[in-house]
């Protein structure tokens, strides 16, 4: 996910991305452990994409406390 789409979002759809991509993860580090792992790049791609989505989360959560 990119960061406009991720801005685009809501809060919740947000955190269910979140959830899913560390399920993801999860099955990937696995895979590489038992070495039938096809894209190990796909680990680095979704530990960037959970980072950005909760620097967004943060960033909001920031926002709505000034106001």
Excluded: H, Q, W, Y
């Excluded at 530990?47 to 000034?66: D, F, G, Y």
């Amino acid at each position: 996910m990119n960061i406009r789409e991720i801005r685009a979002t809501s809060d919740a759809e947000l955190l269910k991305k979140v959830e899913e991509m560390k399920a993801e993860l999860f099955d990937l580090r696995f895979e590489r452990a038992t070495g039938s792992i096809d894209n190990p790049m796909r680990m680095r791609e979704l530990k960037k994409s959970i980072a950005r989505i909760k620097t967004v989360l943060k960033e909001r959560e920031m926002t709505a406390k000034e106001d």
